[in-house]
């Protein structure tokens, strides 16, 4: 229990992406899924409405730009199994959601690889205009060398290097969204004729290593300005960009020990950053199976293992971990293996199993199967939260980034059986704060606080 012996309370995102086989690989073949319906508007306003009265923060929406071709080298394997392949944009979905909802959250993921900032920028407006201030963008660099090769490169550019490349991305989008209007520029004075005060708006003669933007943002500020920032990076380069950037973090990892010392180095990085250890939400990432009693909840376990499929997971790690698995023996450890792609995934099966036991490639395949990076859990509402409960106190996490075994099935569940309990026990909210998703998150104002970077930039 945390002070004055108040339980903590636990936060839910949806992790969810446009495509058919998001975390958990052959689920798809699941007669109960719907995520073929992935290019319908109607399963992505219908998952909205599901969530929103769930009371979840936000629908989290991943995204690549490539395809999963590590494992074997080729695009085959990825291709069958539907391993995020085919896919499509995350923010199209976004206006259609927002329509049918008044306090859901969205993140939404775009790379600094191969958009220049300086039309993202516009596109992130426009969405945080149309959302009343509902949306956030999850800042990625890419991993997958596919994305790179069909963008006209050899490779992706090195790891630490795609960080740096990064920083001034951002750079560039704070000058942006938060320096070149004047709050008060908008005059809209239909007596003089005058709709923007062009004394207020400002160019912002940007001339880095990777970008020249000498010009405007050619829209007006809207109700966050800078949308909400959330990152996913756990290598030491990503954990110190994210330090600096992030209000919402994205961690995974198999087992709580290795969670427990990804969230301390989070939070002690904020701290290097000027920033307070609890100024970014930290979520991590979940599978939850569950029904109505432990019995049930574990029957529907073992018949969804019967669709899922290992050699897909191992299409999935290859891609994750930059390794071809296919290269290995199932009992082969993981070893001592370096990474251009995530390299905390590494990193944490390297760790070991909460039992000390070395992870063998066709462990990685068995466990990521359902779930993907994260883990499953499995048991009724009662034993899903109280094991929720525990792994929000042991690893220091503000809540869960949930994924699902099928959709939208996995996430009904999850309202019917788990928020109840979490709800009757004081750990879960049972409404919403009112206002923008920042303000949702942090119970601050709509715009980025003082001591965050993106701050130093507003004019």
């Not at 490169?153 to 990064?166: G, L, N």
């Not at 180095?265 to 979520?283: K, Q, T, V």
Request: hydrophobic share 35%.
């Amino acid at each position: 229990m945390s002070e004055l012996n108040l339980p903590r309370e636990i936060r839910f995102n949806a992790f969810d992406m446009n495509c058919v086989a998001h975390q958990s690989s052959g689920m798809w073949r699941h007669p109960l899924d719907q995520s073929r319906r992935y290019n319908e508007l109607s399963y992505w306003t219908e998952l909205a409405r599901l969530l929103e009265r769930g009371r979840f923060d936000g629908i989290f929406i991943a995204d690549v730009l490539g395809t999963y071709d590590v494992y074997e080298g080729s695009n085959e394997a990825p291709i069958r199994h539907g391993a995020q392949v085919p896919v499509g944009d995350p923010l199209m979905l976004v206006s259609a959601m927002a329509a049918v909802t008044e306090h859901l959250g969205f993140g939404v993921t775009a790379g600094t690889a191969y958009e220049h900032p300086y039309p993202f920028a516009r596109r992130m407006t426009t969405l945080d205009h149309l959302t009343k201030g509902r949306v956030g963008w999850n800042v990625v660099t890419g991993y997958l060398p596919s994305a790179a090769r069909n963008m006209g490169h050899d490779d992706q550019m090195a790891h630490d290097e795609r960080y740096a490349h990064a920083d001034e991305y951002l750079e560039v989008l704070y000058k942006l969204w938060e320096g070149s209007w004047e709050d008060d520029a908008v005059l809209v004075d239909r007596e003089n004729g005058v709709f923007t005060d062009p004394a207020k708006v400002h160019g912002i003669n940007h001339k880095g290593t990777f970008f020249t933007v000498p010009g405007i943002h050619i829209s007006e500020p809207s109700p966050q300005r800078t949308p909400v920032i959330y990152q996913a990076g756990t290598s030491p380069r990503g954990v110190t960009f994210a330090a600096e950037n992030a209000e919402a973090i994205f961690v995974a990892a198999p087992t709580k020990e290795s969670l427990k010392k990804s969230v301390a180095s989070i939070r002690d990085a904020l701290e290097r950053a000027g920033r307070d250890r609890n100024s970014a939400r930290i979520y991590t990432l979940m599978t939850v199976i569950t029904d109505a009693t432990p019995e049930l909840a574990r029957a529907k376990y073992e018949e969804y293992l019967s669709y899922s499929s290992e050699e897909g997971a191992l299409v999935f790690m290859s891609g994750w971990m930059g390794i071809d698995l296919s290269k290995y023996d199932v009992n082969e450890p993981v070893g001592n293996v370096q990474s251009n792609a995530i390299q905390s995934v590494v990193s944490h099966f390297q760790q070991g199993k909460d039992d000390g036991a070395e992870w063998t490639v066709g462990d990685i395949g068995k466990h990521s199967a359902i779930g993907g990076l994260g883990p499953t859990i499995v048991g009724s509402g009662e034993q899903i939260a109280d094991q929720l409960q525990e792994w929000a106190e042991e690893a220091d996490v503000d809540g869960f980034n949930l994924a699902y075994a099928i959709t939208p099935g996995t996430f009904e569940d999850i309202v019917e059986f788990v928020i109840p309990v979490l709800q009757e026990r004081g750990a879960y909210p049972t409404e919403y704060v009112e206002g923008t998703l920042r303000e949702k998150l942090h119970g601050r104002g709509r715009r980025l606080p003082v001591e965050h970077r993106g701050a130093s930039f507003a004019v």
